[in-house]
T-cell receptor
Framework: KQEVTQIPAALSVPEGENLVLNCSFT??????LQWFRQDPGKGLTSLLL?????REQTSGRLNASLDKSSGRSTLYIAASQPGDSATYLC?????????????FGQGTTLQVKP | DTGVSQDPRHKITKRGQNVTFRCDPI?????LYWYRQTLGQGPEFLTY????????KSRLLSDRFSAERPKGSFSTLEIQRTEQGDSAMYLC????????????FGPGTRLTVL
């Protein structure tokens, strides 16, 4: 059974700091992995999708990496800003991809202090 | 706005009542998903449609839950005889079919069962 874990559950950093959020999964047979951002009481905003054959994806100040063999992904945020404060969720899609199901971690709540 | 929309945004109901939620996906997306999210947790998959066909259902989707997607456009999620444990955020997402099947989420419907 695929399980997704995100540690830490909460993180507080000063503005301008570079930071890394961690995501681990128990079954390396994934189709892709997606990172999302969620603001309080809102829906999810897709940040990056990494296919199982890829090692990393970049969008602006965000860089996501994937190491299937070790069951890990990281989301790197450069030069953090107060507007980055949110909960960050990772989710994996298993196997051959003939499923709609994303399996989510519990998220890391980030606070960036001015 | 060409994103995923959901209606209503908030619903308060009494235990035992029936409720129905609507989701309008991004127009060119043929895949549609429903998830449920409780406070402090990541979303949990409920069901998945490709066009009008319901291809996957979670065991979380008890007999009281039913989802439809007539004509492969909008979708409805109905909960019959609501229970307090049904209180949650119900999220809808859509995606295109293909290699990049990034799921795009709507704002969610917050259900409170009294």
């Amino acid at each position: 059974k695929q399980e997704v874990t995100q540690i830490p559950a909460a993180l507080s950093v000063p503005e301008g700091e570079n930071l890394v959020l961690n995501c681990s999964f128990t079954d390396s047979a994934i189709y892709n992995l997606q990172w999302f951002r969620q603001d309080p009481g809102k829906g999810l905003t897709s940040l990056l999708l990494i296919q199982s054959s890829q090692r990393e994806q970049t969008s602006g100040r965000l860089n996501a990496s994937l190491d299937k063999s070790s069951g890990r992904s990281t989301l790197y945020i450069a030069a953090s800003q107060p507007g980055d404060s949110a909960t960050y969720l990772c989710a994996v899609k298993r196997g051959s991809g003939n499923t709609g199901k994303l399996i989510f971690g519990q998220g890391t709540t980030l606070q960036v202090k001015p | 706005d060409t994103g995923v929309s959901q209606d209503p945004r908030h619903k308060i109901t009494k235990r035992g009542q029936n409720v129905t939620f609507r989701c309008d996906p991004i127009s060119e997306h043929n895949r549609l998903y429903w998830y449920r999210q409780t406070l402090g947790q990541g979303p949990e998959f409920l069901t998945y449609f490709q066009n009008e066909a319901q291809l996957e259902k979670s065991r979380l989707l008890s007999d009281r839950f039913s989802a439809e997607r007539p004509k492969g456009s909008f979708s409805t999620l109905e909960i019959q005889r609501t229970e307090q444990g049904d209180s949650a955020m119900y999220l809808c997402a859509s995606s295109p079919q293909g290699w990049d099947d990034t799921q795009y989420f709507g704002p969610g419907t917050r259900l409170t069962v009294l």
